[in-house]
């Protein structure tokens, strides 16, 4: 019986003392950094030849290889050619073609400063490249943090999510760092058990040795702006233990709305035309009777550099008719007429336009009401392509536009409407975003002027166009002395070159890139077709004005003055 006790007291100190020495084992381990019990691989055929002590686990953590082990992956070149620029392909004239070497360098002289210049006013910021480490123990708001000039704002979301647990257990001190350069850090409640140096300045220190006190103190911390500026980024940077990251906080001033009273919200209250017009007075006749007879009331605004001795006066209760100093051209006549402009959109038309019983300003009016859209066109009823794209091509050694028939979307809710970069002259605008942009009034833009509107409004207007907007195109010159019509309006090589040189300098490009062939007259080659396109597009807005009257088609509220958005 004796030696059984014995064997039991053995038996039970034996357990003990092994209990107790794994339990010390472990927690040597657990203390120790990195864990004993742990074991790091970088290769997997370490892991398989390793045989685990009797009693142990392993684990393997995956780690990135060193440099010189690293091998390339294969890629996909149509999904690398996508990466970055698109090469500029030069078809046509170079900007230095048309000087000689040293006018050449006179001019990239003057082309740069310009454009040194032009990028300080501009008010589009770059891109704030902003990296996160992905084992990372920050959170924080890594963009859409604003903040008004020279206010504060809360620095959301940010707190540190994890914290070692040998910190934890031997209470070591936390220390989080802020800085910035353009603003301070406040610190709006003292929390308790909390250590803070630098505050209000923009080198800002917090440590504690309570992890829960820790974000209790950052979630009271906000930055404040002190350097004024009306569009600008500065970037918040935080320090804990190896990890850093950087928020970006954009200082900007609140927008202010530029709103236009709608009266009764008929297309004759929110829409006003304006029109450029040289000598073509039967033509003005015309497009002034069409918009009379369809919207009553609504107001013409009229541009006139017409000889003055071939002057005719259009000016009545709807019209306002603007006498411009003679020859002055297309842009400078734009100008004038939408610096007149006081309705929420404006229709521009030729004077060679005029609207039929079809070409619905309504379904332009609810586009641009219902979309973010800027600009919407319509269609020649003579012209079969009616839709452009334009891309920005090239790097640091050349740029230049390619031009493309086509476009990039149907637009939602309005069939037969869609997403481009240009179209014809016949189109209803934002007052408000174009007067932003304007219309160059240079020479260059006296006898041809179009493509110069619509490049300079890349990436500022959205434009669509819709195919079932038919605009009349009267081509008739009754009445017009011909002659000097064409001296002003007809385009030589010498003007051809004036034009394209200011185009090349103006909109920075070094080249011509490609551009697709426009639509010419088909009269040219088979007389009978330009009738056969008038006639099908007549159709096509007869059958949609009739589409529009009933009442399962999408716009019929619209149409009828019973839409109540």
Not at 31 to 39: E, G
Not at 164 to 176: E, P, Q, R, W
Not at 374 to 396: K, P
Request: aromatic residues 12%; charged residues 25%.
């Amino acid at each position: 019986m004796t030696s059984l006790a014995g064997d039991k007291k053995l038996f039970f100190a034996s357990l003990i003392s092994f209990v107790t020495g794994s339990m010390l084992v472990y927690v040597n381990c657990w203390l120790s950094s990195p864990p004993c019990y742990v074991n790091v691989y970088t290769r997997i055929a370490d892991v398989e030849n390793f045989k685990v002590p009797p009693g142990y686990s392993a684990r393997a953590i995956l780690r990135p290889m060193k440099k010189e082990e690293e091998r390339p992956l294969a890629s996909t070149p149509v999904y690398t050619g996508l990466i970055g620029e698109k090469p500029c392909e030069c078809f046509g004239a170079w900007h230095r073609d048309f000087f000689s070497q040293k006018q050449w360098i006179a001019r990239q002289r003057n082309q740069e400063k310009c454009l040194q210049r032009y990028e300080r006013r501009q008010m589009v910021l770059q891109g704030v490249h902003n990296y996160v480490d992905g084992s990372s123990p920050i959170s924080y708001p890594s963009h859409g943090l604003q903040v008004r000039p020279l206010r504060a704002v809360h620095l959301n979301g940010l707190r540190i999510t994890w914290f070692d647990s040998k910190s934890i257990v031997t209470n070591a001190v936390h220390t989080v760092r802020l800085q910035c350069e353009n603003g301070v850090f406040r610190q709006l409640v003292k929390v308790q058990g909390v250590a803070v140096q630098g505050a209000h300045t923009n080198d800002f220190t917090i440590q504690t040795s309570k992890p829960q006190q820790l974000n209790r103190q950052l979630w009271h911390i906000v930055y404040q702006n002190t350097e004024f500026d009306t569009n600008a980024f500065d970037l918040v940077k935080l320090h804990y233990k190896k990890f850093s990251i950087t928020i970006p906080v954009h200082i900007r001033h609140r927008l202010i709305p530029w709103l236009y009273d709608q009266g009764q919200g008929r297309v004759q209250d929110r829409v006003s035309v304006v029109v450029k017009t040289f000598l073509r007075y039967s033509n003005l006749r015309r497009l002034v009777r069409s918009v009379g007879d369809l919207y009553p009331g609504t107001r013409i605004i009229v541009a006139d550099d017409t000889p003055y001795q071939k002057y005719e006066s259009f000016q009545d209760e709807n019209t306002d008719h603007y006498v411009m100093p003679q020859f002055k051209g297309f842009f400078a006549g734009r100008n004038l007429g939408l610096s007149q402009v006081t309705t929420e959109y404006f229709l521009y038309m030729d004077d060679d336009h005029y609207l039929k019983p079809y070409t619905k300003l309504e379904i332009l009016v609810s586009l641009l009401d219902r979309t973010d859209y800027h600009v919407v066109g319509g269609v020649y009823e003579d012209l079969e392509m009616f839709a452009t794209t334009i891309r920005v091509l090239g790097d640091d050694t050349h740029a230049c536009y390619e031009k493309l028939r086509g476009w990039y979307h149907s637009i939602p809710d309005f069939p037969g409407c869609y997403a481009v970069d240009h179209t014809e002259n016949f189109f209803l605008a934002s007052t408000a975003e174009v007067k932003a942009i304007g219309f160059d009034p240079h020479l260059a833009q006296s006898r041809l002027g179009h493509q110069e509107f619509f490049t300079a409004g890349l990436g500022r207007l959205r434009i669509a166009v819709c195919r079932n907007i038919i605009v009349g195109h009267n081509k008739t010159m009754e009445g017009v002395d011909i002659e000097l019509y064409q001296k002003y309006r007809v385009t030589d090589r010498a003007y051809r070159n004036m034009r394209l040189k200011h185009h090349l300098f103006r909109d920075n490009l070094t080249c011509v890139g490609l551009k697709y062939p426009r639509n010419e007259s088909l009269a040219q080659k088979v007389p009978t077709i330009p009738q056969q396109v008038r006639e099908r597009r007549e159709k096509e807005g007869e059958t949609f004005l009739t589409d529009l009257m009933e009442k399962s088609h999408p716009f019929h509220q619209y149409v009828h003055g019973q839409d109540t958005e």
